[in-house]
C-alpha cells in the first residue's frame, strides 16, 4: 500500500477496506459486514415456529415487520446458551425476507483491509467454513467473517462434523 492510500493510519481509499460489526457467539469472534446489517436488537417475544428447521428460533414483530430468528449458535453446531442469558440480535435481509441472527453480544464496528482477509482454515469446523467468507487476523483474536446470504441459505447445510 502507498503512503498517499494511508493518512495517519486511517486508509484514504474505502474501497481497500470493509467494516464489520464484530459479534460473539459463545466467545467466538464472528464479524458481519456492516452493509448487510439493518439493526441490532433485542429479541423479544417470539413465537416459535411448528415444523421449522432447528436452527430457526421463532418469528418475532419488530415495529411492524415480520422477522424470522435465526439460532447462530444452532446454526453453528455450538451448545446452547444458558437458560435465561441476555442475547442480541443482528437484524438482517435476504431475499427480500428480514431475519434477526441471534447472538449472545456486539462488539464495535472494525474497518480492515480487504487484503487481509484469508482464506478459510483447513481444519475449521465444516458448517463454519460453509457459512463464512474468511478469516482476519487481529491483534489478539481471529474473527470468522460471516456471509448472511451463506448462513440463511439453509438448501446447502452441510452435516454435523
Known sequence: MSEEEVVEGVIADESLSAQYITVFIADQLFGVPVLKVHDVFTPQSVTKVPRAVPEVGGVLNLRGRIV??????????????????????????????????????????????????????????????????????????????????????????????
Not at 457459512?131 to 482476519?136: A, K
Open 68 to 161: 424470522t430468528v435465526i439460532d447462530m449458535r444452532e446454526r453453528l453446531g455450538l451448545p446452547p446458551r444458558d437458560a435465561g442469558a441476555e442475547s442480541m440480535a443482528v437484524g438482517v435481509e435476504y431475499k427480500g425476507e428480514s431475519y434477526g441472527l441471534v447472538i449472545d453480544s456486539v462488539g464495535e464496528v472494525l474497518r480492515l483491509k480487504n487484503d487481509e482477509q484469508e482464506r478459510n482454515p483447513a481444519n475449521l469446523d465444516p458448517r463454519w467454513r460453509a457459512v463464512s467468507t474468511g478469516v482476519l487476523r487481529l491483534e489478539n483474536d481471529l474473527m470468522v467473517v460471516l456471509d448472511v446470504s451463506r448462513v440463511l441459505d439453509f438448501s446447502k447445510q452441510p452435516a454435523a462434523a
